[in-house]
């Protein structure tokens, strides 16, 4: 076995200079560096958990399609995740001698600016957009943009700025695409094969070399908090002040970050973001696209991993649901140890999953579902967009040639202290014919399948209701047939 050379600093480029810092707390963010440190307050705080995005830049990253920029929230990104990294603040926007970059003087034309405050978040979002589509639709600048809001202008002037970018400029002529070579060049230099390790004792973190380093890291530290795209790890923090120490960070572990399909069968590594993943996903399983576009904002999906999102084993975390509904299974990891076992295995209680001490989420492996298959997820939240989840609901149906069902799998977050199937609604419909009349009669099942709570999100009365309608819509989406939605005397007030 090869000798792990182990380096005592996190280096990475900000703007146009290389830092190294060999002084870092495992809980340092991003954003606090950035505006105590090193006085760039253009990068401000707004909810300090990743939701108003007023704290976006972009982090750009080495990848097999080399060098790509992506917006994240510096407010929950942590510094000992940019090793190897090229992270720009709005200070470094420049156009012409003497003129304003092109994002900054479309949002000043276009009156996209009122009181200020969120202005260099939005233009960080739109400068990575640009960057990827010069001339983006309606749709693209509104995806680009649900991670950013703002409370003076309603939108349409950034709309307007946005869509009119290109006019003040080439994107291709843009420093980031012009000195794109040169800044690879120095970020591959920077890539050394050694593991880094900053801090004594129970203060410090580890970026493991590989993912082999990482397996035997963890097994001698158990206790150790896994920081992948700190989506939520970054609330812990800053929100609940909990002691992340030590903390070891696989964000961008090569041998995590694979995504491929092998006999019908598609496997994610446990690093891979949903971003990365969106292009398989949505062409292969066209349902998780719209799903994945509701997850967050673009600055969350772009550090947010699935195998994060497992491993949280939150009650109402998106992707288990569906992925339970298709029948995904799950690679965990101990040293050199593998073991696979059933997703929906995995998850005991609430706040406990099937995971030894020293073990990790390695992969996940998502059967596509066959052509003849029908497949749905429908997610339910306050707002449309970058809320989190009340209920979720996935379905998986297969009829036989006589219209009864063949197999069912029904899939819900929300609706108990972990993901959870319907088993009791599914087997009232396995083996009867697939009649508005079958699922109503099933439906009664619910109750003793599921007893949800009542929270800030919903009602338990709600999700018992909503769990039903979503079942009915699922009916009337797969048999052509208008289903009567129940709609209760509160819900209809």
């Not at 120095?186 to 397996?215: N, S």
């Not at 949903?274 to 949505?282: K, Q, R, V």
Request: charged share 25%.
């Amino acid at each position: 076995m090869t000798k792990i050379s182990i380096r005592n600093e996190i280096r990475f480029i900000l703007n146009g200079r290389d830092v190294a810092l060999s002084s870092v707390a495992p809980d340092a963010t991003l954003l606090d560096w950035l505006r105590l440190d090193r006085s760039l307050r253009g990068t401000k705080e707004g909810c300090a958990e990743g939701d108003c995005g007023a704290c976006t830049v972009l982090v750009g990253k080495l990848s097999e399609g080399g060098l790509v920029y992506e917006s994240v929230n510096a407010c929950i990104r942590f510094l000992g995740s940019l090793d190897g990294t090229h992270v720009v603040t709005v200070e470094h926007l420049r156009g012409s001698p003497g003129q304003l970059h092109p994002v900054q003087q479309a949002m000043v034309d276009f009156h996209g600016s009122q009181c200020g405050f969120c202005t260099p978040g939005f233009v960080m979002s739109l400068y990575g957009l640009w960057m990827k589509s010069p001339d983006p639709s309606n749709a693209d600048v509104e995806k680009a943009l649900q991670g950013n809001l703002c409370r003076c202008t309603g939108y349409e002037a950034i709309m307007r700025a946005a869509q009119a970018i290109s006019s003040y400029g080439k994107a291709a002529k843009d420093p980031l695409a012009t000195e794109r070579k040169a800044i690879t060049a120095r970020l591959e230099a920077m890539r050394d094969g050694a593991r880094v390790e900053i801090g004594t004792g129970k203060a410090r973190l580890v970026v493991p070399a590989d993912v082999d380093d990482f397996a035997a890291v963890l097994d001698k530290e158990p206790g150790a908090t896994i920081v992948a795209g700190s989506t939520d790890v970054g609330l812990w923090v800053t929100k609940h002040m909990r002691d992340i120490s030590p903390a070891i960070f696989i964000g961008d572990l090569d041998g995590l970050c694979t995504i491929s399909e092998d006999k019908g069968v598609i496997s994610i590594g446990a690093g891979v973001t949903y971003t990365d993943a969106f292009a398989t996903l949505a062409k292969r399983i066209p349902a998780l696209g719209p799903l994945f576009d509701r997850i967050g904002g673009e600055q969350v999906r772009n550090m947010g991993t699935i195998g994060g999102n497992i491993a949280n084993g939150s009650p109402i975390g998106d992707t288990p649901p569906p992925l339970i509904a298709l029948g995904a299974s799950l690679t965990l990891r101990k040293g050199k140890k593998q073991r696979t076992i059933p997703l929906e295995t995995f998850f005991i209680a609430y706040g406990k999953q099937d995971r030894q001490p020293g073990e990790f989420v390695e992969a996940v492996h998502v059967p596509v579902p066959a052509k003849e298959t029908k497949f749905a997820v429908y997610k339910i939240t306050k707002r449309r967009d970058e809320d989190i989840t009340a209920a979720l609901g996935a379905f998986f149906l297969e009829l036989a040639k006589d219209g009864t069902v063949a197999d069912i799998c029904i899939a819900y977050g929300g609706m108990a202290a972990t993901p959870k199937r319907a088993l009791g609604v599914e087997h009232a419909l396995l083996g009867k014919s697939w009649t508005e009349a079958t699922v109503e009669a099933a439906m009664a099942e619910y109750a003793n399948d599921f007893t949800p709570l009542t929270d800030m999100r919903a009602s338990a009365e709600y999700r018992a209701l909503a769990a039903k309608n979503l079942l009915l819509r699922f009916f009337a989406e797969t048999s052509g047939t208008k289903a009567p939605f129940q709609v209760s005397r509160h819900e209809a007030a």
